[in-house]
């Protein structure tokens, strides 16, 4: 099967999730990078085409030229990668779905309402696919999770819980931190760690419990001097279904890596969940000891085999979920897969999730409905 | 030294929490159980102290009778163990105070507001002392968190959760379960999940951040059919000086068995601990790799050291922290030391928590102050 | 049930091992401490007596005198508890026994081969018990451990590994140093590493597997410049019954803080246990997911149930498996339990392990039969 | 930079490692798989190459035919990988040498200590270069403890304990299972256990505390009945410089997936590391409190650090490792790096590692210089 051909637009020299998408995107050999415009300025953007391999007469220094450009191409890309401050998510995508090319986004999908309202109307006018990198969904313990919730084996879900905690702002970034800057800007962010983290906790939830927040009570704080978003979100959920939760997503929370959890309580079982350590699903059932679960196992259920890529013991990390993102993305483009599961509804979500948390918080986190 | 005379009230053959306390009175050698009046019913009382060890004659049937009998003896008891179901702690405690007996009451202190006011001026009446056994401050490796809390290790206290879940209510408890009967019965518990072990987080997680409630959010809610009090209890909470918090208490979250952690992350550094491995403190500096603290390490703060019984890697567990409450107030009674950390103050603080999370929950989460 | 009495010989103020063989000893409630010769200077026998509450004349400097003293007394001990350095357990545990007074003796149960025989036939000829303090086997999942090995759990029995590490003797140990000072003498020791702690890997490994070493290949290293006993021990051992295991005890490896773990694999499953964690047990049964057995629940066997003090969650340590040794020998000395699981026989097969090391150890490491 | 070409003999369709060197190789862009010899069958090896996307012009059924065809082209591959069974090994890698094609191998080097010298020779006379997949140095956190050994950090090194424990072989493999089948014929690998795992757990203790064995004593069994090679191999080893350690691969201990664990000892400090949790290195100092590093904190080493592909918390796994390996020959085949840390020397080593283990478990593990 030959590859696709993936163009990006954004992720130069620098940037740390441009680097991860191309990494993941390679890893399964289903797409080549043909194509981008890694960043705005011209002089930029060759260089890291150059470094990266994409030959100068498809390096853009403008994602519009680029759209029209290559879908003007006999062998144009199949797929874009969007890898830029958020707020340039909704317009870049739109300009890509118009050419009916493919659109692989970063999260969250955009940085306000409309522009996810514009979005969603835009893919589905488009003959190309949207995809959104919800890349925490990917690892195989998660699959395995969301199935054993959906086969009943927790029974009814009463309590979800989804906390992601990093530390890396507990202090003003200095000027020359790239990641901080754009993330500190609202305009550019569309939020602070709801949007960067809190939305990936939601989504998460969402997707191994099966449903969707109803209404919710959230209370944003900065902690930092001068800061202009929040930095730590604490978010009380009322879930489709009945089920109540929290979602917690702080920048500040010393101690802290990338320390994404997720536990989901039923009437008959529990299940729990760490991202650093993410081949290891813990599954209580009511009354029995506590079993390990481990990623490449026998007993897994297929959907975890399905994304899984070695045997068990040899550590898979956050490449290989974001690889299998791209791989479903691959087979749906080619028509191996029907549908993915994080599309634009789901990005819609996520957008309406962080506009109610910043609805709430500056109503003393009165409940909001979704 | 000598040791002191206790008496117990409540306790009798089959109670779980009874035979703690008598295990930690016990194990430094600083009281020796000799009344009691463990039964309300005079045969189960007898039988019970018969089994203990208990002389006959001093075997009562009726706490007021004892007290007064015992106040009456050359030789009577120095204090009194309580350890009945909730409503019955206040009466019971200022029976024996009234008789200048000092009392070591189980928590929460009352099932009320109006218990706990009274106690609180029968208390300050009394020439004996009031200690209030939130056994859990009792742990070497909480003392030395408290302790760098107050030394400034963590710089300002910006977040502080506290979580306390077990899941023994998560299907509605047997007929035959008396631990759950009496809890599940709000006169006699004055709550459930919230009271039983809330009050427990609400006050680890304020000795430790050496700080108070001032207003709170709480959700309270029953999972179980049929079941008349909370089984699971999730509060916001603003302490004073600043910090923002989350108490979560449940008693239905299937695979806890008494997972009490506590977390708290300040502008400097953050101190994380879990009760059911509780010789470990993790500590994380900013900008430091984390550190794993041990109960008996040479490292250790002298409040810690003061508390600790063996030498690091010969593990203490759940006894020796209660029994650390025991020997504190055999200390303060003994004159040795002139106050405890958790006395009728922070008894109704607790009480206060209690209280304003029900009355919380039952205004759809609205914010109250304490 | 009226408490036994109880004495002690060594013990006295700053022993370690004295103050946990009281609580051990106090902790049910079965035994009263009340002779004692804690010192072989009177001056500090009689302040360790006065400290400990024991009558000035139950206090005595010599064990012989002790030993005869109380025999002669109506009210005099039912038992001695012996926490002297390691060459005179041997003829203290005789005096006593010689005068049919049960001994519960610290381990390794003497100094050398000639003193064990010596033992084994004096408590053949006494009317008293021997019990040897190897605690670790009171806790709970060693129990468990146990007997799931009886009942076939594991299958075939093929490895055993029991490692004990400790790094308190990685430098020279300075002249203050009590503990270390007679442990680095081998007169009175009658080894280092091996003797002080891998005689409780091997005990532990044999009493779990349901096994002894039929001959074994040993190591035994110092690391330390000047110590004249070994403070590393790597020894082979080959099982009754086929098992082959490591034992491996050391008290130079850094960041250990007394990390005793036993692993056993069998033909059809394995079990996996850490001394500082002791309220778990790992239990991998051949092609199923690894479960988490845990101290109190009600998956285990009754023999672990019944060496539990508390409920699951509550963690129990050190002290309470030591006072389940203690709570077994009053259980042997008041008829209530046939016999016990360590005494003599045990002592004996520990003595010989010992022996056996060094003497492979100076022969290059040769296999020598027990 | 323009990717290198890479071939590849072995590794069709259904073998396990084949598959993991071409995501090693792809990962970071730095090889294009262009050619193969991917089975002895052509039918199987053409049908490997049309799924692999190798063109069938370049595609062969006989890797001598493929070396001569290879050198012959003005396009023809930079270098090859050889996975195939490891009595192939060393045939192999000398027709490539012999045409100065660079090579890339997976252990153990070669099945005899003939072949190893025959390919020491080969590898000296070519003017490719030949590089040894001991994958798990490829860790950032090995990196990391190696330097710290070599910086002194844990003063003279006294201990190491290298232990690689899995239990897909706890009983005979079924005739289907291709991964055992060549594993279990001496012919085709040379050893059990102690080829297959036990050269990477000796690899990596060397490769750490910078040192090698200087003699050995092996015990190697076989746990079930019919299998003619080791299953289970306990290595006790001293190393140049003075440390001792034991080495033990078994393939029979139940519950361990892929469980390799390194544990270095030093008078000042120990480094302890588990495969399976890779991102994390315990450092314990003598003295002070352990101490957690993780990969991609700033605490860590440069050469750590330029093996890191993403921040903290973004767990790396045995892919990204094993793609460093790939990333480290492509860098010396450029000239941007000097040499390898993997060459024939350490493959020597290695085949002289397991010949020894050999020859000393026939001869009731006597003691045998390497």
Redesign the interface.
Known sequence: ???LKLGMVGGGQGA?IG??H??AA????RFDLVAGAFASSPERAHASAD???VRSDRSYADYREMAVAEAARSDGIDAVSIVTPNHLHGPIAEAFLAQDISVICDKPMTATREQADSLVAAAKASKGHFFLTHNYTGYPMIRQARQMVRDGA?GDI??VEANYL??WL??AAGDDNKQAAWRSDPKQSGGGAIADIGTHAYNLACFVAGSRALSL?A?L?S?VEGRTVDD?A?I?VQFEGGA?G?I?A?Q????????LTL?I??????L?WA?????VL?F???????????R????LHPVAADVT????????????AFATIYREAADVMSGIALDTTIGVEQGLDGVRFVTACQHSSRN??A?IDL
Chains 1, 2, 3, 4 share one sequence.
Request: hydrophobic share 35%; net charge neutral.
């Open positions: 099967m030959a590859p740390f680097g991860v191309r990494m390679r890893l399964d050999g470094a990266l391999g927790l009463r309590i990093q530390d507990t202090e009570s209370t704080l902690h730590d604490q009380a109540r929290r917690w702080s500040v929370a010393v101690g802290n890596e990338n320390n536990a309580y039923g009437s008959k079982g529990a729990r991202q650093e350590t993410p081949n813990w209580s059932k009511l009354g029995d000891v506590s079993q390990m679960l481990t490449g196992s026998g007993a890529r070695l045997p068990p013991g040899h550590p898979e990390g956050y490449i290989e003393a986190a409940w």
